[in-house]
């Protein structure tokens, strides 16, 4: 568990504004900016804090997201944060630094902001395969969700790398958006049963390592492999490797599960007092749309346990004015 921080530290600077938060929201993705609209709108005294790395800044559109469909990413954001500044929330374009059990948030270049709860919404980070090409095409037409950019490419030539045990998953999941979709098993080790089931499914295996992504005229055009072949497609699938950015949370002493990911209730809580989470950095599976919701569960959680804390204050000093008059 973390030390404390000494609020008396050399070079910290508290910002005299800032004293008195009620909570501070690290991240601002749709998880942090849907709890900070509903904070807002509960007259709690917020402040986000954004480093400004989101995860989806490749991708051109979103999808999934009921009257958002299709919009960029950063438009969402930016009608976000223009949204819970109406209701008085702070933004901050930040990194934040560490977070103590006060709680004083401390920030890139020594400022401390307090607040009485913390919620992170930090998110994850994909790590891809080292593969030429992957990366200069991801989020583009190097893809990760068939939900999200099955139905974009519906109907045309796909492939699914196999860098990764959930490939095979999502091979078969692609089949529903395109009748052309083939399996490149690259190191990946298939069980008797994975190949009985892609096969099953009309998925083609092909075998032997990957070479590179071929990329001509600013688009994917297929993948060569290690000993020459060229397979032509339109489009290629891979499953990265998804790594939760929650140091905050683990320093704070937040625990986690046997998969690697921060243990939260349905609100988001953690096992800290005064700690909530929500969107990637507790829940790899959560789309836009289902990030934003946990920002709102949480939200909820966090103003209703600072109410239960406001009126055991106002008891407590009612009861210290009743024995002060007697």
Not at 31 to 50: E, F, M, P, T
Not at 86 to 103: A, C, K, N, P, T
Not at 122 to 142: F, H, M, N, S
Request: charged share 25%; aromatic share 4%.
């Amino acid at each position: 568990m973390m030390k404390a921080m000494n609020r008396d530290d050399a070079g910290a600077r508290h910002m005299a504004d800032d004293q008195g938060h009620d909570v501070v929201v690290v991240g601002a993705g749709a998880a942090g900016l849907n709890a900070a609209l509903l904070l807002g709108r509960a007259r709690r005294k917020v402040v986000v804090i954004d480093a400004g790395e989101p995860r989806n800044a490749p991708a051109q559109h979103m999808h999934g997201f009921l009257s958002r469909d299709g919009l960029p990413p950063a438009t969402l954001l930016e009608l976000g944060r223009a949204e819970i500044a109406r209701y008085g929330v702070r933004f901050l374009r930040r990194r934040v630094e560490e977070i103590d059990h006060g709680f004083s948030v401390r920030l890139e270049g020594g400022e401390v902001i307090d607040a009485r709860r913390v919620l992170v919404t930090t998110g994850l980070r994909d790590e891809l395969p080292d593969l030429p090409g992957i990366r200069e095409r991801w989020g583009k037409d190097v893809l990760h969700c068939p939900y999200c950019h099955g139905y974009e490419v519906r109907d045309q030539p796909l492939a699914v790398l196999g860098t990764h045990p959930g490939a095979v998953h999502q091979a078969l999941l692609l089949r529903q958006w395109s009748d052309d979709v083939i399996f490149l098993q690259h190191t990946l080790s298939l069980t008797a049963e994975d190949r009985e089931r892609l096969e099953g499914r009309g998925v083609r295996i092909v075998e032997g390592a990957i070479g590179h992504i071929v990329v001509e005229g600013d688009r994917v055009r297929g993948i060569e492999l290690a000993d020459g072949r060229a397979v032509p497609r339109a489009a290629v699938f891979l499953f990265p490797r998804m790594v939760p950015r929650d140091e905050l949370l683990t320093r704070l002493g937040c625990a986690k599960n046997d998969t690697g990911w921060i243990v939260a209730d349905r609100t988001g809580r953690t096992g800290v007092p005064g700690v909530w989470a929500a969107g990637n950095v507790i829940d790899p599976r959560a789309q836009v749309v289902t990030a934003a919701g946990m920002g709102s569960a949480a939200a909820f959680a966090i103003n209703a346990d600072l109410v239960d804390e406001d009126v055991q204050h106002a008891i407590e000093q009612r009861r210290a004015t009743g024995a002060a008059d007697r």
